[in-house]
T-cell receptor
Framework: GESVGLHLPTLSVQEGDNSIINCAYS??????FIWYKQESGKGPQFIIDIRSNMDKRQGQRVTVLLNKTVKHLSLQIAATQPGDSAVYFCAENRPGNTPLVFGKGTRLSVIA | ETGVTQSPTHLIKTRGQQVTLRCSSQ?????VSWYQQALGQGPQFIFQ???????GRGNFPPRFSGLQFPNYSSELNVNALELDDSALYLC?????????????FGPGTRLTVL
């Protein structure tokens, strides 16, 4: 069936390096995508979103890239810090009154 | 902090029992969605309430039910608890019901069924 998934379940990076977390989606009709960060013992925290009429959006130290041709979404974190250590989820919204569909998540570990 | 609160933080029940989880939405939000998150998985949609009416439901049995009150706070009720119901239960509030309205999550309630 169609689903949102992630290429890398775990990612370890050195403090100060840039991180790239990837996500694949299979429903070409999906029109809205969100990245959430979830720290241990907490609920998911909204990071950044992007609509399907855009291919790039930047926030504070984060950039989301959307490639609709290959149905791929990525989250780039610049100058990764220990506080960035968490599980990151991408979620997609499909047209109509449909709920968000979350992927399984990628655990980011920052090595000091 | 998102302004979404949930209670209790943790809960332990036994099989067959019933449980009620509570959620207080962010001020001004009239939509609340409930999710179940098993260990190591992404959140799975249970249902959504908009202005006190159920506005969508995921693939969960009828023993999962909910309520939304006039102040837009919400409850999730689970009857006849099963071991597989052990999970983190998350509520998320949003300004409206549209999928493009950002959902803000509470900290969750960790339910353990023995």
């Amino acid at each position: 069936g169609e689903s949102v998934g992630l290429h890398l379940p775990t990612l370890s990076v050195q403090e100060g390096d840039n991180s790239i977390i990837n996500c694949a989606y299979s429903n070409s009709a999906s029109d809205y995508f969100i990245w959430y960060k979830q720290e241990s013992g907490k609920g998911p925290q909204f990071i950044i979103d992007i609509r399907s009429n855009m291919d790039k959006r930047q926030g504070q130290r984060v950039t989301v890239l959307l490639n609709k041709t290959v149905k791929h979404l990525s989250l780039q974190i610049a100058a990764t810090q220990p506080g960035d250590s968490a599980v990151y989820f991408c979620a997609e919204n499909r047209p109509g009154n449909t709920p968000l569909v979350f992927g399984k998540g990628t655990r980011l570990s920052v090595i000091a | 902090e998102t302004g979404v609160t949930q209670s209790p933080t943790h809960l332990i029940k036994t099989r067959g029992q019933q449980v009620t989880l509570r959620c207080s939405s962010q001020s001004g939000h009239n939509t609340v969605s409930w999710y179940q998150q098993a260990l190591g998985q992404g959140p799975q949609f249970i249902f959504q309430y908009y202005r006190e009416e159920e506005n969508g439901r995921g693939n969960f049995p009828p023993r999962f039910s909910g309520l939304q009150f006039p102040n837009y706070s919400s409850e999730l009720n689970v009857n006849a608890l099963e071991l597989d119901d052990s999970a983190l239960y998350l509520c998320a509030s949003s300004l409206e019901w549209r999928g493009t309205d950002t959902q803000y999550f509470g900290p969750g309630t960790r339910l353990t069924v023995l």
